[in-house]
C-alpha cells in the first residue's frame, strides 16, 4: 500500500444487475451532500484507456479468450488506478469504485477457469498492493437481475448474455470469496434502490468514524 494514499477505498461488487452502478452515483451524491469528499468511478471505463477497453469488453467483435479477457481488465485496472483512484486518494477522497479486483478473481477465475493465484498475483501489481478498505457486496439471485437487465431495455453487454449456469457460478464464486472476509458488508440487492442505499450509507458511514 502507497503511504501516501490517505483516502478511503470502497469498492461495489456483485453480478450484473445488482444494483451497484445506481448505488455508487446514490452513494456519491450523499455524501458530497454531507460534506465528505467522494469520488465515483467504475471498472472497467474509469480512465480514458478504459473507455475504448469497456467497450472491446463488453461489445466485442471477436472472441477473446480467458486469459487474454483478464489482462485487458488487467490494463484497464493498472490504468484505473494510476489515473484515477491513487490521485484521489492522495487527496484524501473517499473513492467509491463500481467493481474492482474482486470482479475478475470471480468473473474470469471462478467463472472461467483463469488460474486465481495468477489473477491475485497480477491484481497486486497493478494495484501498487492496494485494496479496498470497504466491500459493499450486493447479493442477489440471478433471476432478479436478469428481470432487472431486460428492463432496462438496453443492447446486452457480453457478460450479461452469459449462460444461467455461467451467472450461478459467479454468484458462487462472490459467495464464497466474502464468506469469511472481514472488511465485506453484504446487503441484500433484492431491496429497493434507497434501502440498500441507506443500509450502505449507514455503514460506510459508521466504519469511517471508527477508523478516521
Not at 80 to 109: C, K, T, W
Request: proline fraction near 2%.
Amino acid at each position: 500500500m502507497k503511504e501516501q494514499s490517505r483516502g478511503v477505498l470502497v469498492a461495489l461488487e456483485g453480478i450484473d444487475g445488482s444494483g451497484k452502478s445506481t448505488l455508487a452515483a446514490t452513494l456519491h451524491r450523499r455524501f458530497t451532500a454531507n460534506g465528505i469528499p467522494a469520488l465515483a468511478t467504475r471498472e472497467p471505463g474509469g480512465s480514458l484507456l478504459g473507455k475504448a477497453l469497456r467497450e472491446l469488453l463488453q461489445h466485442r467483435q471477436c472472441t477473446i479468450n480467458p486469459q487474454a479477457e483478464f489482462l485487458l481488465f488487467a490494463a484497464d485496472r493498472s490504468q484505473h488506478m494510476q489515473e484515477v483512484v491513487f490521485p484521489a486518494l492522495n487527496q484524501g477522497i473517499l473513492v467509491i469504485s463500481d467493481r474492482l479486483a474482486d470482479s475478475s478473481l470471480v468473473y474470469q477465475g471462478y467463472g472461467k477457469g483463469v488460474d486465481q493465484k495468477m489473477i491475485q498475483s497480477i491484481n497486486s501489481w497493478v494495484m501498487s498492493n492496494r485494496e479496498p478498505d470497504l466491500i459493499c457486496y450486493l447479493a442477489i439471485d440471478q433471476q432478479t437481475a436478469h428481470e432487472r437487465i431486460t428492463a432496462r431495455g438496453k443492447k446486452l453487454t457480453t457478460f450479461e448474455k452469459e449462460s444461467a449456469v455461467f451467472i450461478q457460478r459467479l454468484i458462487d464464486g462472490f459467495e464464497n470469496l466474502y464468506a469469511n472476509k472481514k472488511n465485506v458488508i453484504r446487503l441484500d440487492g433484492t431491496q429497493s434502490a434507497d434501502r440498500v442505499a441507506n443500509e450502505a450509507y449507514e455503514k460506510i458511514t459508521a466504519w469511517l468514524k471508527q477508523n478516521q
